[in-house]
């Protein structure tokens, strides 16, 4: 059997799963409006109807803030190529199909109501927010050769994350509101993990070989959707440095608990290439480990030194 009827059949063999999760998720799903969620009385004119432009004073979202809000809302701009990626490798009927529409109406509000609050609060420059988004709508996403099996594996991953980072960055705005909107598309994404999550699961029950294959090359070559965007290297930096996150998030609260919910280190179905694929990833995760542990010494020491620049420099002079 070719790769691409075997994939076929797979997702085929899946369709009872995902329609078994679609019911799952409208049922737990809790329908939400943006607009409940934006300070509508901060909102005043732009100077084009005689108000004021904007200017860095007008936010009260810090550099850190800015930067995760900005490419936060960025990533979740480039919801139609999202769409097509997955429409193009789960079909548009069937369960597959239902799901795709569901999920991509859902991914829709996060978007609306990220901008809404940046717009009405000023809390970034609208001008640059805007060119940046034309800029990556037009060069898009391209998810590359993926499988419909590796794309599952991936967006269960991937969902998390940006649960984690929306998270985070509510916590970080030092913003009530923000805080309170970002929690609530972070519930969006979590359900949406949980999803594929349980699809995963299944592929795992028809395929094991194929699955622990398709779950290490997506942990292995992982990287955010919004990683082509312009500026995302230098914004990764500033959200790494603030904890929002980072390899250690990475690590321990997105690939570790998803790799146990797969039970993936105690399976015992596995043949030869299924064992060979969970060696590769158990020495991936030992590097990713290490690695994040270097990163987070090396922020503490940072920050050390910081901390010890201001004491000196508010410490009192000497008396004469």
Do not use: C
């Not at 609060?121 to 640059?128: A, K, M, N």
């Not at 509510?170 to 913003?175: E, L, P, S």
């Not at 904890?243 to 998803?258: F, K, N, Q, W």
């Not at 043949?271 to 010494?297: I, N, S, Y």
């Amino acid at each position: 059997m070719s790769q691409t009827s075997r994939q076929g059949a797979l997702l085929t063999e899946l369709e009872p799963v995902v329609a078994e999760n679609l019911d799952r998720h409208l049922a737990l799903a809790q329908e939400w409006h943006p607009h409940d969620y934006i300070p509508w009385s901060e909102g005043r004119d732009f100077a084009l109807l005689g108000g004021e432009d904007w200017s860095p004073e007008q936010s009260r979202l810090d550099e850190t803030a800015r930067a995760a809000m900005f490419t936060n809302l960025l990533t979740e701009d480039n919801l139609p190529s999202y769409h097509r990626e997955i429409a193009t490798r789960f079909g548009r009927d069937g369960a597959w199909g239902t799901w795709v529409g569901r999920w991509t109406a859902e991914e829709n509000r996060h978007g609306i109501a990220l901008r809404d609050y940046l717009v009405v609060t000023r809390g970034v420059d609208p001008v640059e927010l805007e060119r940046a988004r034309m800029d990556y709508m037009t060069s898009g996403y391209d998810s590359g050769d993926r499988t419909p099996l590796q794309t599952v594996a991936y967006v269960s991953f991937q969902e998390l994350a940006t649960r984690v980072s929306h998270r985070n960055t509510g916590k970080a705005t030092g913003d009530p509101i923000a805080e309170r909107l970002l929690g609530r598309i972070a519930k969006d994404e979590n359900l949406h993990m949980v999803f594929y999550r349980n699809l995963v699961s299944g592929a795992f029950d028809i395929d094991p070989d194929a699955t622990m294959r398709a779950v290490t090359d997506e942990v292995i070559r992982f990287e955010m959707p919004g990683a082509t965007m312009a500026g995302f290297r230098k914004n990764s930096v500033i959200i790494a440095k603030a904890g929002i996150y980072d390899l250690r998030l990475h690590h321990d609260e997105v690939i570790t608990p998803v790799l146990r919910a797969w039970k993936v280190f105690e399976r015992t179905d596995l043949g030869p290439e299924g064992e060979k694929a969970r060696e590769e990833l158990a020495e991936f995760l030992t590097g990713l480990d290490a690695q994040a542990t270097r990163f987070v010494e090396s922020r503490e020491r940072l920050r050390a030194r910081m901390q010890a620049k201001q004491d000196t420099e508010l410490a009192p002079l000497p008396q004469a």
